[in-house]
Nanobody, 123 residues
Framework: QLQASGGGLVRSGGSLRLSCAAS????????LAWFRQAPGNDREFVAA???????YYADSVKGRFAISRDNAKSTVYLQMDSLNPEDTAIYYC???????????????????WGQGTLVTVSS
């Protein structure tokens, strides 16, 4: 199970840190990711981190967002800086233990999903 938290209302230019805590074993082996879905839009990939610590980002967030993981706490984080209204969405964490690199941005390839946390950025 995945439990996301940390969403909220922030002004443009502000920051938020999302957390996603996992239960169960084997966390360190999992690829972990964040996706988001804005009203009326399809779900989109935001960032991912593999078991080896390698990170991957959507172009729209590169340089502003940072994904990290703490295997001892079974938690993945998304630090979001320089937020703008286009970042407003429900953010979901996802996990999978057998994802290949070419599928890292494909939501349908992830087995486990959190419930989502709402991020609202005001102008």
């Amino acid at each position: 199970q995945l439990q996301a938290s940390g969403g909220g209302l922030v002004r443009s230019g502000g920051s938020l840190r999302l957390s996603c805590a996992a239960s169960g074993s084997g966390f360190s082996r999992y690829t972990l990711a964040w996706f988001r879905q804005a009203p009326g839009n399809d779900r989109e990939f935001v960032a991912a981190i593999r078991y080896n610590g390698h990170t991957y980002y959507a172009d729209s967030v590169k340089g502003r967002f940072a994904i990290s993981r703490d295997n001892a706490k079974s938690t993945v984080y998304l630090q979001m800086d320089s937020l703008n209204p286009e970042d407003t969405a429900i953010y979901y964490c996802a996990a999978d233990s057998s994802l290949i690199l070419s599928s890292i941005g494909l939501g349908e390839q992830y087995t486990y999903w959190g419930q989502g946390t709402l991020v609202t950025v005001s102008s």
